[in-house]
């Protein structure tokens, strides 16, 4: 399948300067850059969900603290004045 992809001139200049290095064609690279993202952004959602769903399942089952109770840890973590 071919798409076409307008970059700026920048962009370009690095995708081919890497591509040179690399001593491959400039569209195996973008291609290969391009899964990479791609994997890295689903995996990314993944774990961003399981977080959000071991936050909730935390709260249902009363593991949480307020968040007067965070900020004091924080602060005694972090030797930060109350004001902060």
């Known amino acids: 399948m071919s798409i076409v992809v307008t970059l700026s001139p920048e962009l370009e200049a690095i995708l081919r300067?890497?591509?040179?290095?690399?001593?491959?064609?400039?569209?195996?690279?973008?291609?290969?850059?391009?899964?990479?993202?791609?994997?890295?952004e689903e995996q990314d959602s993944a774990a961003a969900i399981q977080g959000i769903q071991k936050g909730l399942d935390d709260f249902e089952t009363g593991r949480f603290r307020s968040f007067h109770e965070f900020t004091k840890e924080q602060s005694r973590k972090h030797n930060l004045s109350a004001d902060a």
């Open 17 to 40: 300067d890497k591509a040179a290095q690399q001593g491959q064609d400039v569209s195996l690279v973008a291609s290969e850059l391009l899964a990479n993202v791609l994997e890295w």
